[in-house]
């Protein structure tokens, strides 16, 4: 069964970092670009970043303006997210999502909810 | 930068069709994909490159996507479509979702 599980999420203060990790199963993830994609409560699907199978081509929303990272590690089957000087509008379920072939969404994580606040 | 545009909210009839509209400029040059989400649970894709279903959604649901209009269409309503709905396109390197539309089955 293909499967994404995130982790990593929680309350983190306004300023702070934390790291997501979402464990990919059930396919060979080397050969899948991979997203993440963010819903703040009560709102609507906000795209975040996006890495090509070999970190080649990396990807921002622009909103972000250099705070967090993407990165993958093929042998682990894993894919993360730095996040760094988080602020409360960054506050949101944080889902991971493979891409297919025209780049749609196919298979989505659960998500794990980072809430920002003092 | 590019910005798709969904009704709030859209109403049907159990047993009727429903159309959800995304507008964006140009958007029929696009591959336009469609995500359903129901209460606590992760997106689900219905519909992608503008009119195929992935494995196990239902044929009730297609799409098309002309001009400036890209429409999601769920024929035969059920009280099980009631959800949010999302249209979501890539544009210059980036994906790009619209605000999303709640729709009621009365």
């Known amino acids: 069964e293909v499967q994404l599980v995130e982790s990593g999420g929680g309350l983190v203060q306004p300023g702070g970092s934390l790291r997501l990790s979402c464990a990919a199963s059930g396919f060979t993830f080397s050969r899948y670009s991979m997203n993440w994609v963010r819903q703040a409560p009560g709102r609507g699907l906000e795209w975040v970043s996006f890495t090509s199978t070999t970190s080649r081509f990396i990807y921002y929303a622009d909103s972000l303006k250099g705070r967090f990272t993407i990165s993958r590690d093929n042998a682990k089957n894993s894919l993360y997210l730095q996040m760094n000087s988080l602020r409360a509008e960054d506050t949101a379920v944080y889902y991971c999502?493979?891409?297919?072939?025209?780049?749609?969404?196919?298979?989505w994580g659960q998500g794990t909810l980072v809430t920002v606040s003092s | 930068s590019y910005e798709l545009t969904q009704p709030l909210s859209v109403s049907v009839a159990l047993g009727q069709t429903a159309r959800i509209s995304c507008g964006g400029s140009n958007i029929g040059s696009k591959n336009v994909h469609w995500y359903q989400q129901k209460p606590g649970q992760a997106p689900v894709l219905v519909v992608y490159r503008n009119a195929n279903r992935p494995s196990g959604i239902p044929e009730r649901f297609s799409g098309s996507n002309s001009g400036n209009t890209a429409t999601l269409t769920i024929s035969r309503a059920q009280a099980g479509d009631e959800a949010d709905y999302y249209c979501q396109v890539w544009d210059s390197s980036t994906a790009v979702f619209g605000g999303g539309t709640k729709l009621t089955v009365l």
């Open positions: 999502a493979r891409s297919e072939g025209e780049l749609e969404l196919l298979t």
